[in-house]
């Protein structure tokens, strides 16, 4: 029996060190069962140096939370969810995927991951998936997270590292330039890592809201950069048309290092600082400053450039990563030792969830699926013969449109995700899981997603299980399990293991994480993500593993310092414009963006279950300007319906100067009727699959007051009535 | 065989039509001829003036390598003027004597500097010849002039108080000349700005180094320099205002002989309508500069309003986009496809945006109303249509001024003098024909210094000191009361400060007002 444990945070992709004790049992309790509780504390560990944010404090009260799922649930034809033993449950999977697969073919089965599994459920989820369920419709919710910063990087690179460096390489930087990222709320103990640039005035946070990163910019630590949503790219070539016209790049590094200058040079002549400043709202001289702080950085304490999903999770996210990889390129900034370009990676293992095939298009080790020599590779590692192995399958938002639909998925397996809260225009999402034959839907709780499923499945927390993660900065760290699981409740591991042998799959599937990990190990092997050279036993000895490491390296903590990952060894600049596509908000619509909240972390499945969280943080609140506003005849704390073509929220209203009169932004921790994602568009990049989450057209309207008076009477959060 | 396109001119906006023609040459959809005059192939014009003060280079200008092109497979010609257009071949014949044929013909030739009528300088409106030190700044030579009158620190006088004059002119007293603007009403910018807004302006230009002469007539120019270069400027009233370098900017006028000489209809610019074809010749078009929309339904409220060419490039580039993509599906899909094609949507007053680091202004729109103007307020409101309404504010002392008219709520016409975030604003706001919020007063308040620190100092002890945690300030003071004395014991018995340690100092006030106040008793 596990006796606590050193291993990291459950939520956000920093995993802050956190040593898991088990406290001494309370004197006065009365001994209905003797379960252990679990103390949290900060441990020191390079990316949070013994800090720990609100939700990393409070992460060990779910697991023994009242709510949680113990038994596998069937819904019954009342609609009603009923436990049922793990081999009924097993037997009517095992039927459901056969049925399905007889009736409609392979394809007709899909798989949903997440970015929150460790490295051995991802890798074990994609190899499940195209030789048990013999499936290509595989994807995952890192689609909604990280891919258009992969897709630029790639393209930039050749590879993609959310940091290619350590993230204690920021503490000495003079000037940071943080693009659509709210560290100080998504990963509060990573603010550590800005102080040095704080203090020599260097902090440059473009947002559109006063976000507390874009205060962190207050009292001489630097500037706020406050574009209107959807503008992020045109703001990104006017820094750079600023470099390029005022002497500011470092012209060795461009003519050694990069191919494809002279082309974006041209591209840059058209966006001058005053043209740009009529296309984002920033004034022309902050758009100067930007771009000179940056080069002087560069030349002095270095500069690094860092951005977010605000700017990335866009139609045009791919192109807006490139710029600013461009700008950096232009700087001369990667690859150097005290100077970079690097993206936040969002959830837990979004780094490592993106490497081993949860993607629709990619094998272990960051491979292609398209790619011969890759497929072989695999085959040869799983003993299997090539052709088993399905092409490409379907981006998630695509997957998500198929289900029910002629030729679309039917039964649907989701792994860590809560599908009917983070995906675009959730009400059409919903509907698609409704029309399904059969979900299951593996959960600790009955999230709004697990709530819609014919079958439940219980599985482990964090706390409860052996595993690796790959952090933002690359690094293999380990999960270690501090307790045992309630009777009843089995890791997804097990799981894929049981399904296998009953849908007569080829090849093992292991349920030991450590024996995974060994078979993952020889499966990227030779690709981009290469984890060869990595065991459990370094990583227990605390050895920092940075990818790619291959077998007899010693790792690579910092990327590019030779060379870029293109057979030239030269970075790839692109040049990229602005989309035509032009946004009309005269009919008094605004620009809806929607974010995060420091006390949630991504749909609240979790951090909602969480008394505290939940009462610092009890319902969504769209923050609103008071003079936008007053217009509407919105006070503080009014009910207010946040309404477009696609759906209706209702939420209370926050007045705030922190936002842009033109701008509301509301969370997207909330389900039912304070859903943002309600509100969304399904419209995706071209490149990246992602979708548009940052800047939806909506009407905003004080609330009927017939709404305001049922509201008042129940006086409870409207997602917990919901629930109720 | 392909269609083959010939565009007369390679400007900005004919940069812009070729890159989205691209994909269409790649794929042999069409060929492509582009004929410049220049000897460079397009670059940003609209920065002529930053080159000529050495703030830039001709390299970062460019909007197009030949090279680049050609081996995407389309034919540049460079340094080589078209002729004539022999419409009834389809061919245009070049000054070199060959002639090429076109299926589509696209006149990108855009305009020309007006050269006023001054004695001294030569009349001829297509040919000018203009003596030494006196330049139109239009093109990388007339840059080059400038460049070395700046860098020898020179006397350097503008002659007019437009966009380009004044931007000119403040870049070079920036950049260590001495500048001069002449104008000849009472403040620069003319028309498009009120009276207010330009006395602002007028402080600002000479408190940012350049002399301004207003209400000034000139009429003719001195050539009593070193070989017979310019020396002074000639005013009416019998002065001179002394100078090294001349730079005429007085306007442009569209370039339109060509499509007059093969007997296309002309107006201010070459007439066409909304799909931007010529009259009677459906296969031949015009953009940007020397291109007029007026089409020619007499029922059309549009163009019975509209004013000629806007003399801006962003017009420009949006007809471009447009007639690429009108081009590429006429040649893919046929004629009626393409007329199916939206009309290219009808373009807002321009904004014009002083581009100078020393000043901030934004214009655009109709500015001359002020708020007690009953006649222009109440001008155009029929029918449930609003009156106009006028927000102005007003501090010369410090070089800021704003005035926004507004129709509903939405703006009709703005300036906007030293106020850079609420110009920025105000710019979006038109753009987008958003609804102005009632309180006017909150787009001024966004240049004011408590927009910066909003909260921050509060003394509110339900105010969250630290935010990673979730601990107010009361909380952090009971536990110093209840004996914590440093930032590890408040952090241990809080969580306070466990995050990102941003507030450790803030922590650490705490703990020693509280122990200076005990140590007080």
């Not at chain 1, 993609?160 to 920021?170: E, M, Q």
């Not at chain 1, 969002?346 to 960051?366: I, M, S, T, V």
């Not at chain 1, 090849?507 to 190990?521: G, N, Y």
């Not at chain 2, 540049?76 to 009834?88: E, M, Q, S, T």
Request: glycine share 12%; proline share 6%.
């Amino acid at each position: 029996m596990p006796n606590g444990a050193d291993t990291h945070c459950p939520y956000c992709a920093l995993q802050c060190g956190m040593t898991l004790t088990p406290a001494q049992p309370q004197a006065a309790s009365p001994a209905v069962e003797p379960a252990v509780i679990l103390d949290v504390a900060g441990r020191d560990f390079p990316t949070n140096r013994g800090g720990l944010c609100r939700k990393g404090w409070t992460s060990a009260s779910l697991l023994h939370h009242t709510g949680r799922v113990t038994e596998p649930l069937l819904k019954g034809s009342d609609g009603v969810h009923q436990p049922i033993s793990w081999d009924q449950a097993l037997q009517l999977i095992t039927a459901a995927v056969k049925d399905t697969q007889r009736e409609y073919g392979n394809d007709a089965v899909g798989v949903f991951g997440g970015g929150g599994l460790t490295n051995e459920k991802a890798y074990m989820l994609g190899k499940f998936a195209r030789l048990a369920l013999r499936t290509s419709r595989i994807d995952y919710n890192g689609r909604f997270c990280m891919s258009s910063a992969a897709a630029a990087g790639n393209r930039a690179f050749g590879v993609d590292r959310g940091l290619p460096f350590p993230v204690a390489d920021l503490d000495t930087a003079s000037v940071i330039l943080m693009l659509g990222s709210n560290v100080a709320e998504t990963m509060p103990p990573f603010v550590q890592h800005l102080q040095g640039a704080r203090d020599a005035g260097g902090l440059i946070v473009v947002d559109p809201r006063r976000s507390p990163t874009a205060a962190l910019t207050s009292d001489g630590g630097g500037l706020h950069v406050q574009p209107t949503p959807g503008t992020d790219l045109a703001l990104l070539l006017g820094i750079s048309h600023v470099v390029v016209h005022e002497g500011l790049t470092d012209p060795d590094f461009i003519s050694t290092r990069t191919s494809g200058y002279a082309a974006v040079v041209r591209s840059l002549a058209t966006f001058w600082p005053e043209r740009v400043q009529s296309l984002t709202g920033v004034p022309a001289h902050l758009i100067r400053d930007t771009a000179r702080l940056l080069a002087q950085g560069a030349k002095t304490g270095g500069s690094y450039i860092l951005s977010g999903r605000g700017v990335e999770q866009h139609v045009d996210g791919t192109d807006t990563a490139t710029a600013a990889i461009n700008l950096s390129l232009l700087l001369g900034l990667p690859g150097s030792s005290r100077s970079g370009y690097g993206t936040l990676t969002g959830q837990g293992n979004g780094q490592g969830g993106r490497e081993h095939g949860q993607k629709a298009d990619q094998l272990p080790g960051y491979r292609k699926i398209t790619d011969p020599a890759a497929r072989a590779h695999v085959a040869r590692v799983w003993g299997v013969d090539e052709s088993l192995i399905p092409g490409p399958g379907l981006p998630a938002v695509e997957l998500l449109k198929s289900l029910g639909q002629p030729d679309g998925v039917r039964c649907l397996f989701v792994h860590g995700a809560n599908v009917v809260v983070s995906a675009p225009d959730a009400h059409a999402v919903t509907k698609g899981l409704r029309s399904l034959d059969f979900l299951v839907v593996c959960d600790f709780f009955l999230s709004e997603t697990a709530a819609e499923a014919d079958l439940v499945l219980p599985v482990t927390q964090w706390a409860e299980e052996e595993g690796t993660l790959t952090n933002l900065e690359g690094r293999v760290i380990r999960r270690r399990r501090a307790l045992m699981p309630p009777p009843g409740v089995r890791n997804e591991l097990w799981l894929m293991a049981q399904l296998a042998k009953l849908l007569e799959a080829p090849s093992t599937f292991s349920d030991d994480p450590e024996t995974v990990f060994e078979e993952l190990r020889l499966a990227s092997a030779g690709g981009l993500a290469d984890y060869s050279g990595i065991d459990y036993a370094m990583l227990d000895r605390g050895e920092a593993a940075y990818w790619p490491y291959p077998s007899g390296s010693t790792g690579t903590p910092r990327l590019f310092g030779d060379g870029f990952a293109h057979a030239d060894g030269r970075a790839v600049m692109v040049p990229v414009t602005p989309s035509k596509r032009v946004r009309s908000f005269a009919d008094g619509s605004l620009a809806l963006a929607t974010g995060r909240l420091l006390e949630h972390y991504q749909s609240g499945a979790q951090t909602r279950r969480v008394d505290e969280l939940l009462a610092a943080q009890p319902q969504a609140r769209l923050l609103i300007h008071p003079g936008t506003a007053a217009s509407r005849d919105i006070s503080d704390g009014d009910y207010v319906t946040v309404t477009n073509e696609r759906g209706e929220v209702l939420c209370r209203a926050e007045l705030s100067t922190t936002v842009r009169p033109d701008t509301v932004f509301l969370p997207f921790h909330f389900p039912g009727q304070e859903s943002a994602n309600r509100l969304t568009e399904a419209v995706t990049d071209p490149i990246s699959g992602m979708p548009e989450f940052k800047t939806s057209r909506a009407w905003v309207r004080k609330a009927s007051v017939i709404k305001e008076a049922v509201l008042a009477v129940t006086g409870l959060p409207l997602h917990a009535k919901e629930a109720s | 065989m392909s269609e083959r396109i010939v565009v007369v001119g390679f400007g900005p906006v004919a940069a812009r039509l070729v890159d989205d023609l691209l994909p269409a040459v790649r794929t042999g959809l069409v060929r492509l001829l582009v004929v410049g005059q220049e000897t460079e192939a397009a670059y940003n014009r609209v920065m002529v003036a930053e080159l000529g003060v050495g703030r830039t280079t001709a390299d970062a200008l460019a909007m197009a390598e030949v090279s680049a092109l050609e081996s995407d497979g389309v034919d540049v010609r460079l340094g080589v003027a078209v002729k004539r257009i022999d419409r009834a071949r389809q061919h245009v014949v070049l000054a070199d004597g060959t002639s090429e044929h076109y299926d589509r013909l696209v006149f990108a030739t855009g305009s020309r500097p007006v050269v006023p009528n001054l004695t001294g300088l030569n009349p001829d409106p297509t040919g000018p010849v203009l003596p030494v030190g006196v330049t139109a700044l239009r093109d990388l030579r007339d840059a080059e002039v400038l460049r070395s009158a700046v860098a020898a620190g020179q006397r350097v006088v503008v002659l007019g108080g437009g966009v380009l004059g004044l931007e000119t002119a403040l870049a070079a007293a920036e950049e260590g000349a001495q500048a001069t603007v002449v104008h000849n009403g009472p403040f620069p910018l003319g028309r498009s700005i009120d009276r207010g807004s330009g006395s602002v302006l007028t402080a600002s230009l000479r408190a940012g180094g350049v002399r301004v002469a207003g209400n000034a007539r000139s009429t003719g120019v001195e050539t009593a320099g070193p070989g017979g270069s310019f020396s002074a400027l000639l005013l009416d009233d019998g002065s001179a205002i002394d100078g090294d370098l001349l730079v005429l900017s007085c306007g442009v006028r569209p370039r339109m002989e060509l499509a007059e000489g093969c007997g296309l209809p002309v107006g201010t610019g070459i007439l066409v309508d909304h799909h931007l074809r010529t009259y009677h010749e459906p296969h031949m078009f015009a953009i940007g500069d020397c291109a007029e929309v007026r089409c020619q339904d007499a029922s059309c409220v549009e163009c019975r309003t509209a004013n000629g060419p806007s003399g801006l490039v962003g017009p420009g580039w949006r007809q471009a986009e447009w007639l690429a993509e009108y081009l590429v599906v006429l040649a893919r899909d046929g004629q009626s496809a393409a007329d199916a094609l939206e009309a290219l949507p009808k373009e807002k007053p321009g904004v014009v945006m002083l581009k100078a680091r020393g000043i901030d202004l934004a214009v655009t729109g109709d500015n001359l109303a002020d708020p007690w103007d009953e006649e222009l307020l109440e001008a155009g409101a029929a029918s449930g249509r609003p009156r106009r309404q006028v927000s102005q504010w007003a501090d010369p002392e410090h070089g800021r001024y704003v005035k926004m008219t507004t129709r509903g709520g939405v703006l009709e016409g703005f300036v906007a003098v030293g106020m850079p975030r609420t110009a920025a604003e105000l710019v979006l706001l038109f753009e987008r024909s958003s609804e102005l919020p009632a309180d006017r007063s909150l787009l001024l308040r966004l240049d004011g210094p408590d927009q910066l620190d909003a909260g921050a100092t509060s003394k509110d002890p339900q105010r969250t000191v630290c935010r990673c945690a979730g601990v107010s300030a009361a909380g952090i003071e009971d536990s110093v009361l209840e004996g914590c004395s440093s930032v590890a014991e408040v952090s241990k018995a809080t969580r306070a400060g466990t995050g990102c340690g941003s507030c450790h100092d803030d922590i650490k006030g705490f703990i020693e007002k509280h122990f200076q106040a005990t140590a007080a008793h």
